[in-house]
């Protein structure tokens, strides 16, 4: 299962995917997602794609559980997915330190050279998830998943 606008990143690896438990009294399978972003048009994907792998795995009756808190963070990309996203272009977010204290300034690195030197060209790139950078030392535009 891949999100369909990060096709190299599972939904584990993004965090998105919360828990897969069965319920003790019915004997169902229940799925526990928490979307990346509101309206992000690749949940309807995941939620879809989740169903078809419990239908295969002989689960018809699961259920696929949405829940919105806590709300998804880009903290909860794992290192694997962040590094996944490097290799495809694609700028990961900054972590957010643990003390709860937000960096004013995140220092987005391009992902072809690894230069700060970037500059952001639209809040709006591919997908409503992500924004469109531009490195200023190799001139290239990326992707980068916007942080929370
Ligand atoms: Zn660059």
Redesign the pocket.
Known sequence: MVDPEIRVVTIDDLGILRSVQEDPATGRVVVTITPTYTGCPAMDVIRADIRRALVATGHPDAEVRTVHKPAWSTDWISDAGRAKLAAAGIAPPAPARRDGVVPLTLAV???????P??EQISRFGSTACKALWR??????P?DHVKAL
């Open positions: 690195r391009c992902p072809r050279c690894g230069s030197e970037t490195c200023r030392s190799c001139a290239e990326f």
